[in-house]
Structures are given as structure tokens and as C-alpha cells.
């Protein structure tokens, strides 16, 4: 049998759609641990739902990825727009 970092080695030559798919499994095969102690879990459900119902509510990964970088968009941190120069436009 292979040892477990033989296995993740064979594990990091698969593509990411393919490492995606194997995690999803691996983590399906896996008994329940969550525990909702702040009801954080009922949240994440009812955003799910929510998604489900209005999928137009959500980001797409270009938005996201542009409200985590707030300065790629001009932005500080505070929200007040930065002067733009040479140096902080693409």
C-alpha cells in the first residue's frame, strides 16, 4: 500500500479540476464535523439558500477578487478614492 505522502505526491500531478474533485470526495467520505455552536453553520444554509433561489446575487470571481483588492480598483482601504498616477494605473 502507498504511504500517504506517496499518494499526495500522485495527488499534486492531477490537474486542479481533477485535485478539486478528489478533495470533494475525500472530504464527502468524511463523518459530519461541524458543530454549530454560533450558529454560523444555519447562516452559511441560509446564504446557500438564498443563492439557490437568486443565483444574480452572487459574485463572479473578477468581482470578488476586485473587492479583495481594493487598491487594484483605487482604492485605500478606507474607501476614499486615491489620486491616480503613473505609478497606480495599468
Known sequence: M??????EAQAMELTASQRAKLAASLLESLPTLLYDDDEGL???H????????????GLTTEQLRASLNPLANGYHLGGQPLARNKANTH
Not at 2 to 7: G, K, M, Q, S
Not at 47 to 56: F, L, T, V
Request: aromatic fraction near 0%.
Open 46 to 57: 441560509r446564504r446557500d439558500a438564498e443563492m439557490d433561489n437568486d443565483p444574480s446575487i
Open 42 to 44: 444555519a447562516e452559511a
Open 2 to 7: 502507498p504511504t500517504l505522502a506517496e499518494i
